[in-house]
Structures are given as C-alpha cells and as structure tokens.
C-alpha cells in the first residue's frame, strides 16, 4: 500500500501564482487593479495603454502620489500595502484596494516593470520583476506619479495563456473595466488607447457629462436622476425609463462607496423596483450609487472585490427598492420636472446634473419623463380629439399631448387592481349574464382547486357542463373588458405555476394580463367627458408614463418643437 507524499510548504512563487488565479483573471483584471493603486494615490489623470487586448502589453501611468525607492520591493512583495494596519482598518476600509497581493500576483505571472517618483525626490526610480526573480531598485526619469507595465502575460504559465480569448474579445473585457471604474470617477481624467490608436478620452466632467459619454445620450435623455437618503444609507445615480430598457443585462452599473459591485442582494432590489414597469424579457438600464458607512459594508469577501455583504442586508433591499421605485412611479402631477438640476451639494458621483434641457427629440422620446408643472390647467391638459379610435389629443400649457388611450387605461386599471388585492380581495362585480366558455377538463380542475384563490383576484367561476365553465363575477375594474379571455389567461397561469405563486412571485405578471383584458380598446369611441376623465385618472396613478408592458403611455410636443417642425421664425 503507498503512503501519501509527504506534507511541504509552497514555494512562494507557486503560492503566488494560485493566488493570481483568482486576482489575475485575463488582461481586464490587470487593468482594473492597477486603475485602482492609481485613484488610491490620488491621481488626477490616468492613462491605459494596450497591446493586443492586453495579452502582450498593459501599461497603467498616473500622477498620484508615487512611491519611494525604497518602498519598490516591498510593492511587489505579498500581503505589503499602505492602505490598513489592523482588523479596525479591514472592517471600515475606505480605499479601492486594500489586500496587498494585486501587483505580487500579476508580477509573478508576467514581465512587470514598475516605475515611480514622489513629489519630494529629486529623481524617479524603477524596479523590474520577471516571474520569481526581482531586480535591484535603480534611478529612473520620472514626472511625480507611476508607471506600471506588465508584459507577456502568464509567459511562465502557458496553461493559463490558453484561455486567453481573441484579441478583440479581450480588449472588449478591458474596455468595459475601464467603463465601469471611470463611471465612478468623473473627478478625474482618463485615456484608453489600444495599439497606439486612443479608443476613449475622458476629461475631468460632471457625472451627467460621463454617463452621456460612457452609455450614450440617448440613455441620458431618456433616464430619471435619483437622490434618496435614509439611516446612514444614500442613493445617487440616473435610472432608466422603460424606453432605456435593453434585451440584455449589458447598461446595469451599481456602485457601492465608488465601487462597482456584482451583488445579487441589489440586483434582486432594482428588478423590483422595475417589476411593475418593464415584463417579459427587458432589462433595465441604470448607473447607480449607494453610499453608506464602510463598517456597515464587508468588501473583504473575495480577491476581486466586486463582490459584498452588508451587515444589515434587509434594510439595504428595502431603501434601494423603495427609492428607485419612488424614483421611477410618480404620476404626472406628482412628479419634480425631469430636467431639473441635482443640488451640486451631493457627492460627484451622484450629482448628475440635468441643467440643460434635452434636444426637441430626446424630450419626445422620453415622455416616462414627468410633464411640467402647470398653473392655469391640469398637466396633461384637455382633450381636443381622438386619432383613428388609438389616440386622444390633449392641448396643455406646454403644447399638444399625444397620448395611447389602451396603454394609458391598462395602467390605470393595474394599479387599481394591485390596491385592491393589497387590501385583502379585488372588488367583484357580478354580471347579468355570465360568460361561458368552453375548457379542458384541467381548467375545470383548476377552477375548482382554486376557488379561494380566484375569488381573490374577483373572479367567480362555476361549473356549467361537462366541459364548460361560466364567469358569473368579475373584477369591477374590468367592467366591460374581456372577462372570458380574462378568466382562461388567470386558469393558464394557475395551472403553470400554482395559486400561491400566482399570487406571490407572479403577481405583477398576473395584474398587468387581468388590466390589459380590461382596459379600453383600439377603434372604440370616447366622447370629450370620457376622454378628459383618462387624462385626469392618468394624472392621480403611479407609473401613469409607462403601461404595464414598458411602453410609452404619452408624448409631450412643446410650441417650440412645433415651431420648429414648421420652420416658424427662420
């Protein structure tokens, strides 16, 4: 029988080459370390240079503070770092990086050069490291600041250089580090280049400025700006109308103390937070910041640091689900003018200043904006006509309001469905003759088994044949609307995912299919009096911009954009 190999300890360089396996990802995760050693030496102007995605060459040079010719070993050495000295410094740690292994992980996989000089020398120095071996500090021209430059990534670790993907591929991965770290820092200036061409440049802006560069200014044309507080907690950022949703997850930042972060607890509570706005398979899109005491926050939860655990996670879920919520529900006569300038008193990375009006274009293309104010008439003003049975056409203070009348409805008969249901039980109306159907033998099943469940959300179904079911009630909101298409979409849901999950987890799902059956349809008719009482039930509902599926409910066109669409005054 063969006894096991005895037990030894590593040698330092294999210990930290497994170390780098969870610091040192691909190229992305060398760029994101060193931005990071950069911001946390105060530097003012960073700039990024590539080499084939960063597979061949990443080269990191800032202004900071610099380091001392004598501290350069020590900067490659593992677990030596500046930046704590005890538990108390781990639990409230305040800087991006903070482990003491990023520059010993990526030297130990790479040709690593680093060159710096602080404010006070009279010269700059430079220390090189290949692999295990580490060279003599020597004297170096330098401007204050640093310079790190990692070359031949994983050269002595080919296994590893094997899952490198394309060139392309990875200088995506790379462009999106430098996004989500330059987000956060409008206060200071970037530049990205890849194979000596410059792929981004970034001045010292105002964060509305950034996110319009980053994300494009159709996202901030058509995004609502947030400020919440609350016990120790804050929330600052821009967050995407329906109209900014997307069909991926690809527009979704979330930074904690200036740190973007990758946690489910948040990602759960801005989902939702759009659960009521968006359904089906749209994401939503936002840059948002949540700021609190750093003990109140654990970062030490893997090498990476974009994961975290907060010490009151309950309460983190609800603030952020409720201020975003907030953010994104008022109804029109409710709401702050959507252009309004955020007091420059917040921190940089939550003053997203919206001073300046959004071309005539982007404000007809973000109507979940709010209306403004108005003195003389209601918000959304009077009806003048309907367009082809679809839309009413209202004059407001601002100009002519264009608005979808299903959408609008459908909206409106949601949330009084949702506050029915939050008070116990959908007020039912019974009908005068009832609505037979024909269904499968399953559906009768369900509607039996369900009884209580279906008289909650007001329905009342019976037995009227062998293979029939009857709607003798229904929810009064729906008076009118299509209660037996109703009544087969609630059993098709029951059926699929159960009564309580129905009404739990699936419940937003449920209302919006119960409000679209009963929301007024296309081609029907409405007089003056029916059309203005919409506008005014449109005016006193939360969400009232967008339907329950995400689409617009209402555009605004000012006398200005008219006067512009007819060339008035040139």
Known sequence: MSSLPAIRVLPELLISQIAAGEVVERPASVLKELVENSLDAGARAVTVALEEGGARRIQVEDDGAGIPRGELPL???????????????????????????????????????????????????????????????????????????????YFNTPARRKFLRSEATEFGHCDEAFRRITLARCDTAFTLKHNGRVSRHLRAQSAAERVGALLGEEFLGSSVPIEAASAGLRLGGLAGTPQAARTRADAQYFFVNGRYVRDRLLSHAAREAYSELLHGERQPAYVLFLELDPRAVDVNVHPAKTEVRFRDARAVHQFVRHALGR??????????????????????????????????????MAAAAPLPAADKAPPLGYALAQLHGVYILAQNEAGLVLVDMHAAHERIVMEKLKQNLDTGAVERQALLVPGVFSAEALDIAAAEENRETLERLGLELSVSGPNELSVRAAPAALAGGDIVGLARDVLKEIREYGASEALSARQNELLATMACHGAVRANRALGNAEMNALLREMESTERSGSCNHGRPTWYQLTLADLDRLFMRGR
């Open 327 to 364: 953010a994104l529900a008022p109804s029109a006569a409710e709401a702050p003018v959507a252009y309004a300038t955020v007091a420059e008193s917040v921190p940089l990375q939550a003053a997203f200043s919206l001073a300046q009006p959004a071309p005539a274009y982007e404000r007809f």
């Open 75 to 153: 900067a490659l050495a593992r677990h030596a770092t500046s930046k704590i000295a005890s538990l108390e410094d781990l639990e409230g740690v305040a800087t991006m990086g903070f482990r003491g292994e990023a520059l010993a992980s990526i030297a130990s996989v790479s040709r690593l050069t680093l060159t710096s000089r602080t404010r006070d020398a009279a010269h700059g120095a430079m220390i090189a490291a290949e692999g295990a071996r580490l060279a003599e500090p020597e004297p170096a021209a330098r401007a204050p600041g640093t310079t790190v430059s990692v070359a031949d990534l």
